[in-house]
């Protein structure tokens, strides 16, 4: 059977902003701008063909197409989180990692990270960067830069000035237990090994 589905990112983006009857408010869940949840749910419309929201003075409003709409919708994502659940090992939370390209991912002892914290599912995406972050396809980011970025928090990990690995997460997020855990532990190895600190050499 194939299933007749506007597509998900826009549905995503309608669902949140029904919630909170807030582009703004959405785009802080999604890790997106609010402009990109507008140009969702507007491309979403476009696509059904009826209006979903009025769009008032610093105001969001249900339409009645969109009061029917959103309760299917919503719906169908618990559907989707409580299957994806059932295939987790059982108590592990997942976390996604995502790292720059030119990062050397023994620096980080990932193994020793795993085995230390069971309770934790770390999955790392190489090469990564503030897209996959803003997409949420990872949770965190090792990026490679200023560390200066709006509705997030940066923990720089090497000594200096200027251009340096950050440690990235979304404000939202950042004092997630699992995230915490990987953050404490990452200064930790640091301390341990601090040639850690110094960035890896490119060669070519």
């Excluded at 929201?53 to 719906?75: C, D, M």
């Excluded at 949770?139 to 200066?148: Q, V």
Aim: charged share 20%; net charge neutral.
């Amino acid at each position: 059977m194939t299933y007749a589905l506007p597509p998900l990112n826009a549905l995503r983006a309608f669902e949140a902003a029904a919630r909170h009857l807030s582009f703004k408010l959405a785009a802080h869940e999604l890790h997106v701008t609010p402009a990109a949840v507008g140009q969702q749910v507007k491309a979403l419309e476009a696509r059904l063909g009826v209006q979903l929201f009025e769009r008032l003075h610093k105001q969001l409003i249900l339409t009645a197409a969109g009061q029917a709409y959103l309760p299917g919708v919503s719906e169908g994502f618990r559907h989707i989180a409580d299957a994806t659940s059932q295939l987790k090992p059982a108590g592990a939370v997942p976390l996604q990692l995502g790292v720059h390209g030119s990062f050397d991912l023994r620096r980080l002892k990932l193994a020793e990270f795993r085995g230390a914290h069971l309770d934790i599912g770390l999955q790392v995406l190489q090469p990564a960067g503030l897209h996959e972050l803003a997409e949420g396809k990872v949770d965190l980011l090792i990026a490679r830069g200023l560390g200066h970025h709006p509705g997030h928090r940066c923990d720089r990990l090497n000594e200096g000035s200027g251009l340096g690995d950050w440690l990235i997460a979304p404000e939202g997020t950042a004092d997630c237990p699992e995230i915490v855990s990987f953050r404490e532990w990452l200064r930790a190895v640091l301390v341990e090994n601090p040639l850690a600190n110094r960035r890896p050499r490119l060669v070519g």
